[in-house]
């Protein structure tokens, strides 16, 4: 294999269905031709709303497919079916080594409507819609209803999701965790996000049309997957390959919750990161597929990180397809991620539509060397495309594709990773809040009340754990630090108490306060603004294991040299909704006590801890991640993926599962759950010592497999009896990840 092909990453199939088209074809002819999907909203009443447009699939829920599941999976499930069609792609040939990432804003918000729909007006909500409220659901449904049994993962980060769901694909394919993915994005139309965006006055009365005239965005619903691969295993099926994937770049604006920064400080960082990445200069770039929403700030901000970047570059196109997609939110990027293959392969750039002649004479005037395509389609040789994205919470990703392939860098860091900070706020039932709690940290009052619970007990927990770490962030720093949030349920009670307002009086009722507390990469923003954190932001939500997936993602991350130092967290909340919506699971019958709080890590490497004179807890020497794709709402059948990430992280690590001297586990009181544990450890641990945490802390969901972790490295600090340790969790349909920590010395 030639050191060319060694980092290759391909895209070998594409799926597409939004207002544009059922497939492909359908959309890419539509955009390309600037035909519009944008019309009055059918889904809902937009009675006494001041907006009433939106980009709607045409195609029923029971027309995606058979199963029972939210329309965000339904969507997703119909993308990826034609995207693993178009590849070529046999899924049983080796299940293991294809998975499942997807980037979603609303989670099941569509599946919370109907079931307080009933609860509130039709006697009592179905049980079976609480299973398809969390977005946690997504990536498995579609891992399960095509045998896929590689790494999940829901990536939502609001706008940014989509692209950054293939940025994270890509790192794991050249890390050679997975020879292939079905990743991209997928969101539904909801009152949910009609209601909040309608509260924020950011809706556009008529079709957006960004870079212009418009004032607003125009919400819109569907799905992209793209099927990527490494080259070398898309070369041994013999697949058709449509593009090169180069490089990503992935920040945080720390600035605020749902505007962008002013100067696009933010965006362009994420952008220069991608190209640097992608061994490219900016003058090498012929497209961009913009951001684009239509909103003045996001548009404004975009405009002068386009002009800041490339105003050396002559031969650039920009243009932004949702003047005909609408805003599709978490697939958003993902969507546009297959436009711009398509605009490579066919050298043709999509246009923005809405501009008047009087609109034309404007542009032409701010332009400057950059051709924004308005109203019709240009043909034009395209070597190398660009996708942006950003989001509420300050997240911004940047994707780049090129025609052909190239070497690009390899910025690999081998040093070993440390685990020099912990902050914890975790227990059963609720754990107390106080002013002590923030008043500790500096958190003015003012701020503090603008958050919900659920990032309250994050930026508690992230500030201990920069305290306990001792580090001070300053803007010689803010882009070297990164965050990774797991997350079982989100801020399900913000959004579960948003929507019930919107049901009993109406699309037009939604709160401008609370809405940007309903999407789940808004603590993780919170956390960001308030510590001043630049790099990498993510969130996943992805199950009860999340938390110690996100020790996984971040070590990936400062493996892929992207930062020197990650905030790894698992937050849960515990409250009246979800209390409820856990007892009407029946799951409190069966022994589950809730828990909640938020456990944060610092993972750091070598070089940045030494630099430093870091105290070392531990060091994280292995980490794994597997699937066993079963229903989503069970864990049983999953002995297979359990062993698997057990015995491939104690392997990274360098030892065998025999040299394991202490256990935790994820044993929580459910017969089925606790079943499982035993089983696997009675085979792989028999007479090591287990450590299970939620007996102390209850089922805290992310954050006790945070803690896990956590815990672990405390022991190892403070106990001289041993010397590796491994902690493993398990999420619901079928997602596990274990790590290795190593005592210091």
């Known amino acids: 294999m030639s050191n060319i092909d060694e980092r290759r990453v391909v895209v070998t199939g594409l799926g597409l269905c939004c207002a544009l088209g059922d497939n492909v074809s359908e959309c890419w002819n539509s955009a390309v031709n600037g035909i519009s999907g944008i019309k009055k909203i059918k889904s ?52 293991d080594r294809i998975g499942v990432i997807v980037g979603n804003c609303v989670g099941g918000a569509a599946s919370i409507d109907v079931y307080y729909t009933d609860e509130m007006k039709n006697g009592g909500g179905k049980s079976k819609d ?38 994270y694909a890509c790192d794991l394919i050249r890390a050679g965790k997975a020879d292939a993915f079905a990743a991209g994005g997928s969101d539904s139309f909801t009152s949910l996000a009609f209601a909040g965006f309608h509260a924020l006055h950011a809706l556009d009365e008529n079709p957006c049309s960004p870079f212009n005239n418009s004032h607003g965005i125009t919400l819109g619903e569907g799905a ?33 919750i749902t505007a962008p920064r002013p100067d696009g400080e933010g965006q362009m960082l994420a952008i220069n990161r991608a190209i640097k990445k992608s061994g490219l200069e900016p003058n090498d770039i012929d497209y961009i597929n913009a951001h684009g929403t239509g909103t003045a700030k996001n548009d404004e901000a975009e405009f002068l990180s386009l002009h800041t ?10 243009s932004s397809t949702k003047s005909m997609t609408g805003h599709c939110l978490g697939a958003a990027g993902s969507i546009e991620a297959v436009l711009t293959v398509k605009a490579v392969c066919e050298n043709v750039v999509p246009p923005t539509i809405g501009y008047t002649e009087e609109n034309l004479v404007t542009l032409k005037e701010k332009a400057g060397n950059i051709d924004f395509v308005p109203n019709k389609k240009r043909e034009k040789t395209i070597n190398y495309a660009a996708s942006n994205s950003f989001a509420f919470g300050g997240n911004n990703a ?41 008043k500790e940290h500096g958190i003015k009052m003012a701020f503090w009340r603008k958050l919900d619970r659920f990032s309250q007990l994050q930026l508690v927990g992230g500030m201990r754990a920069l305290r306990d770490a001792g580090i001070a962030i300053d803007d010689n720093n803010s882009a070297d630090i990164g965050i990774i949030i797991g997350t079982a349920d989100g801020p399900l009670t913000e959004i579960v108490n948003f929507q019930k307002n919107v049901i009993e009086h109406g699309t037009a009722s939604g709160s401008a306060f609370s809405f940007p507390n309903t999407v789940y990469n808004a603590a993780g923003g919170y956390f960001s603004i308030f510590a001043g954190i630049k790099g990498y932001n993510v969130t996943n939500a992805n199950g009860n294991q999340a938390g110690l997936q996100s020790l996984c993602y971040a070590a ?6 992207d930062e020197s130092i990650m905030v790894a967290a698992g937050v849960d909340e515990c409250t009246d909704v979800t209390e409820f919506l856990y007892g009407r699971l029946g799951l409190i019958d069966k022994g589950i006590t809730l828990g909640e709080g938020s456990v944060s890590l610092i993972l750091e490497t070598e070089k940045s801890a030494i630099s430093r004179n870091a105290k070392k807890y531990a060091e994280l020497c292995g980490w794994a991640n597997a699937h066993k794709s079963v229903e989503f709402g069970s864990v049983g059948g999953t002995e297979s ?73 405390q022991t190892l600090s403070e106990n001289e009896s041993y010397k590796y340790a491994l902690a493993v969790s398990v999420g619901s349909g079928g997602q596990v990840s274990a790590v290795v920590l190593k005592k210091i010395g």
């Open 44 to 95: 809902f009443s937009t009675d006494e709303c001041y907006a009433n447009l939106g980009a709607e699939s045409h195609i029923p829920s029971k027309e995606l497919s058979d199963e029972d599941y939210d329309r965000s999976s339904l969507l997703c499930i119909k993308a990826a079916g034609e995207a693993l069609a178009d590849a070529g792609y046999d899924v049983s040939e080796n299940p």
């Open 130 to 167: 609480i299973l398809k409220m969390t977005a946690s659901a997504i990536a498995n449904n579609v891992a399960k209803h095509f045998g896929m049994n590689g790494v999940t993962a829901n990536i939502v980060n609001a706008c940014a999701a989509g692209t950054i769901s293939l940025s």
């Open 224 to 256: 992209g997957v793209l099927i990527i691969e490494s080259y070398e295993h898309a070369k041994a099926r013999g697949a058709k390959i449509y593009c090169e994937i180069l490089g990503s770049g992935v920040s945080s604006d720390a600035h605020h």
């Open 309 to 318: 970047i490339f105003d050396g570059n002559d031969h650039l196109s920009v």
């Open 398 to 438: 940047s994707i780049v594709f090129a025609k052909e392939p190239r070497v690009i860098p390899d910025n690999t860091n081998s040093e070993r990773i440390f685990i020099t900070g912990i902050g914890e706020i975790v227990g059963k039932n609720r754990v107390e809040i106080t002013s002590d709690d923030y």
């Open 556 to 561: 990936d991350v400062l493996r892929n040299g």
């Open 641 to 713: 993926a359990v062993e698997k990430a057990v015995k491939d992280a104690c392997a990274a690590a360098g030892i065998k599962t025999d040299d394991i001297d202490l256990v935790s586990g994820f044993a929580n009181g459910d017969s089925e759950n606790d079943a499982l544990q035993n089983s696997v450890f009675a085979k792989l641990f028999a007479g090591k010592t287990v450590l299970d945490v939620k007996d102390e802390i209850g089922e805290a969901r992310a954050a006790a497999s945070a803690e896990q972790a956590a815990k672990l490295a």
